[in-house]
């Protein structure tokens, strides 16, 4: 039996009491968890010290590096290409993911974009995905190495296991714990994989409001500094948006009619939120890839895009042209009054589609595609009384009293000057402040 070099109690004890953790006996806790030597009970101790107590930017810069160690490290230097990925810390209807990849893809950019499911009332981009008939999220290394060298140039997939194993345990740890809503832990977290996948560059889409991990503005901005800081210290070219998600993004939040959405941008409508933000984020991918003057709303209108997109979905085996899954129950919310649409909270709107069946309480669970919300009004929307406002659609009309209870008080009709919003992209950062 080999000897270990520290105590698991002693390193709780250390942080409990507010100290910062010595590199060697950090690296040691995250590899000794990884094997199975430190306990759960240990592990989710520990990381609630660290949700209590915080962690020093070095503490947290270990942390991340003892993570990415855990796994293997993908590289794309074969490829030839620059490769820039995006993130998201996660929103009430954020497809952003689906019309972005493509649309990068078109500049001949690739994007290797491997991302994960959902879980609570934040969606998954695999699930989003796996509403298209065939289409496949688990790929081998070599065929996202071939997708991304060939004309399809982008890749959306599951991120394999081999990748930050360290991270997965401690996340599944920390939704059972509450310790998810905690900055050294998110960044070290997302960052850990991103760094291990190996792209050149990386666009970070931190989300603040209701429908986000950080609600307050002034901690998302916290939590983009430290993974801005993270990724540059580790040679990702990274940069941040801080975006708003008090509101849910476009019109649908489910599945199947967040793939239908995706595909309207793609073909140059959509949303103009979905589309305004689609077009931030892929301006800054590119410039970070060398091109910062191309013309990306172009190409969302003139069909290259699309284009990109049904070759990535055939690639994946899916059909892109095949119908899209419809729920066979729905229910439709109408408004109670004449007015104005002044408040719609994003988390309620993600609790309901959740219940409805657009997403899973557990890991192990299926979701529905067919399931979710189609949104017909927005803040600032005039309406009249029994004017349907939002159809929620289910495969069992048992689930609609939930979803709808989870609305109560989510929404109001008021007067047309009580409807304020502020940017959908509040601030931009990068390494240099
Ligand atoms: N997403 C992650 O991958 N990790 C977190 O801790 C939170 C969101």
Known sequence: MSIEPFDAVDVIKAKRDGGAVPEPALRWLVDAYTRGYVSDAQMASFAMAVFQRGMQRDEIRVLTDAMIASGERM??????????????????????????????????????QLSGRGLGHTGGTLDKLESIAGWRADLSNDEIMAQLAGDVGAVICAAGAGLAPADKKLYALRDVTATVDCIPLIASSIMSKKIAEGTDALVLDVKFGSGAF????????????????????????????????????????????????????????????????T??????????????????????????????????????????????????????????ASGTLTRMEALPFGIAAWRLGAGRARAEDLVVHSAGIDLHVKPGDTVQAGQPLFTLAAEDAARFDRAVEALEGAWEIGAADKVTRGPLVLERITAEG
């Open 214 to 277: 950080m609600q307050n503005v002034d901690h998302a901005r916290e939590l983009a500094r430290t993974m801005v800081q993270l990724g540059t210290d580790s040679g990702v070219a990274t940069t941040a948006l801080l975006t708003d998600m008090n509101v849910p993004l476009g019109l649908t939040i489910g599945n199947a009619n967040e793939v239908r959405e995706s595909v309207e941008v793609l073909a140059g409508g959509g949303p103009a939120d979905v589309r305004e933000l």
């Open 279 to 336: 077009v931030a984020l892929a301006r800054e991918m590119l410039a970070l890839a060398g091109q910062p003057d191309v013309d990306v709303e172009r190409a969302l209108d003139d069909g290259r895009a699309m284009d990109s997109w049904r070759r990535m979905i055939e690639a994946q085996d899916g059909d892109p042209d095949a119908p899209l899954p419809v729920a066979p129950e729905t229910h439709t919310i109408t408004a109670p």
């Open 75 to 112: 590289s794309f230097a074969s490829l030839g290409k620059n490769t820039v990925d995006k993130h998201s810390t996660g929103g009430v209807g954020d497809k952003i993911t689906l019309p972005l990849a493509p649309l990068v893809a078109v500049f001949g950019v690739a994007v290797p």
